[in-house]
């Protein structure tokens, strides 16, 4: 069984984030979808014994969903802990902020900037002054918890064009908000208009500020996970060489040791666009689902040459490229 959990249950946001998949959905219809509580009440009684970690969407904004609360609770009853991914611009309630530190472990945030001008060209919708300010307010209730329980912040980072050169300011910024670690993606083009922003067209400008990024973190006593820089591992058309295919993988975070579970009851063997599903757990109980022939294949093809396409174009276990990064 997995040791973490991804639990997509609810797809309603309050933005409009430039490089979300949203964006290509008509306005409103993500939002209207909806999903049978029962289904995590089922997941929960099955598999959440066997977890360390439960994290509550990344199809959406948490704190927007209407069992919130109750999701809470049954994360408590568990003795789990709680990974919430979330742009904390609702995060602004003391007593929210009190009952979400009971069950917290991480509390990651989406922040993809280090400006006012470029974070709001980013996350449509959100006030990066009030994003900060509840961030300091979330802090204040966290410092109140001994060190030693006391859970961790980390800010995420979407790369991109209009935001790479932010980043040695964005370690200042992370330093200043108290926060243990920064998360690094590039961002995914799901949209034509989007693909000025890919730094697959920018390598080398890329690379130094990346570098200048894992310095100044190292300098802070920041951890940062930051993808691979863009290097020598491809051909002069930019491909993958299949002969460094198997040397340069990184380990699989997923197939192992987390599942996803979207909103409609698929599960999902990673986030990585172009997955297959592996079953639903309205139709058969996860553990038949995790330990069916089509994981195993995927386990299996993994460190080979002949992996599932969405491993083959990972970009997380490999540097990235077109191929990886794209997805219109």
Not at 72 to 81: A, E, G, P, T, V
Not at 101 to 114: E, F, K, P
Not at 155 to 170: C, D, K, W
Request: proline residues 5%; hydrophobic residues 40%.
């Amino acid at each position: 069984m997995p040791t973490s959990m991804v639990m997509n249950m609810d797809t309603q946001c309050n933005l409009r984030c430039i490089m979300c998949i949203r964006q290509r959905a008509p306005e409103g219809t993500l939002n209207s979808l909806s999903y049978d509580f029962e289904i995590f009440r089922r997941v929960a009684e099955e598999v959440f014994p066997y977890l360390r970690r439960v994290q509550l969407t990344t199809a959406g904004e948490p704190l927007m969903a209407k069992n919130f609360r109750k999701q809470l609770r049954i994360i408590k009853k568990y003795s789990m802990k709680l990974d919430l991914v979330t742009n904390v611009t609702l995060l602004d309630n003391d007593k929210l902020i009190e009952e979400i530190l009971r069950v917290l472990g991480y509390l990651h945030v989406s922040i993809d900037a280090a400006t006012k001008e470029t974070y709001e060209s980013i996350r449509i919708g959100a006030k990066f002054e009030q994003v900060i300010e509840n961030i300091k307010k979330f802090n204040s209730f966290r410092r109140k918890i001994p060190q030693d329980k006391r859970p961790r912040l980390a800010l995420l980072y979407v790369l991109m064009r209009r935001n790479i050169e932010e980043l040695p300011q964005f370690m200042k910024l992370a330093k200043e908000l108290e926060a243990e670690s920064v998360t690094m993606t590039h961002v995914i083009i799901l949209q034509k208009k989007m693909k000025k922003e890919s730094l697959v067209y920018h390598k080398e400008l890329a690379n130094y500020y990346m570098m200048v990024a894992q310095k100044k973190a190292n300098e802070l006593n920041l951890h940062l996970n930051i993808p691979p820089l863009f290097n020598t591992v491809y051909d002069v058309q930019g491909r993958r060489s299949k002969n460094n295919l198997k040397s340069e993988f990184k380990i699989c975070p997923f197939l192992w040791k987390q599942a996803i579970i979207e909103w409609n009851g698929n599960v999902s063997p990673c986030c990585i666009p172009s997955q297959p599903v592996m079953g639903n757990v309205k139709e058969k109980p996860f553990r038949e689902i995790w330990n069916n022939e089509l994981y195993q294949e995927m386990r299996r093809r993994l460190y080979t040459d002949n992996p599932f396409d969405c491993c083959k174009h990972c970009f997380i276990t490999h540097p990235p490229d077109e191929q990886s990064l794209y997805h219109i």
